[in-house]
């Protein structure tokens, strides 16, 4: 069962908010809680009212629904921040040297969205998997470590990677051992006894 909540209007720039929001995305709600209470950031007793009401809405859907829910067992599925409308004041500010900075007053609104389903895989906190999640599932790799170390293991370990820089003009007259190797055949202009 998931239940959402979103606060409008709240003070401060939504840039600000995120960095309150990424703190406890995928977070169990009571850590979510314990993080915004002692978060020293002026964002974080509005998306802690946020998640509370979120949670009282869980409750309350699941009561209509007659289903017994533990608001223990919710956890932060999704979380975010919009921009909000930006108060352009006519006023301004003293700044230094006969100068004036204009006041801009920023507004944001927050949306929370709790669930009590199993989640299905860890993520690395932005609800993706990593990388090395996805190579092993055999799915397309899309990291650029990966795909240099698949590159490498994919070529034999006797002839060199395609993608070679010049070599040297010592290299390139060497013989490679495959060479030395070979049976000499004679020249055609050399007699061959009868």
Partial sequence: MEARASAKYL????????????????KNVNEALAVLRFTNKRA??????CVRSAVANATEKAE??????????????????????TKNRRRFRPAPQGRAY?????????TVLLSNEERAAKTNGRGTKGHAGASKAGKPQTGGESKRTTAKRSAPATEQ?????????KAEAAPTPAEQTAPVEPAANETSEE
Avoid: Y
């Fill in 11 to 26: 003070r401060g720039s939504a840039q600000k908010a995120r960095l309150v929001v990424d703190m406890i995305r995928g």
């Fill in 102 to 110: 204009r006041e801009r007053r920023h507004f944001c609104h927050v």
């Fill in 44 to 49: 974080a007793d509005g998306i802690e009212k």
């Fill in 64 to 85: 209509k629904a007659n289903v017994a829910i533990d608001p223990d067992d919710l956890w932060v599925k999704a979380c975010f921040v919009d921009m909000g409308p």
């Fill in 161 to 169: 990677p395609a993608t070679k820089k010049r070599a040297s003009k």
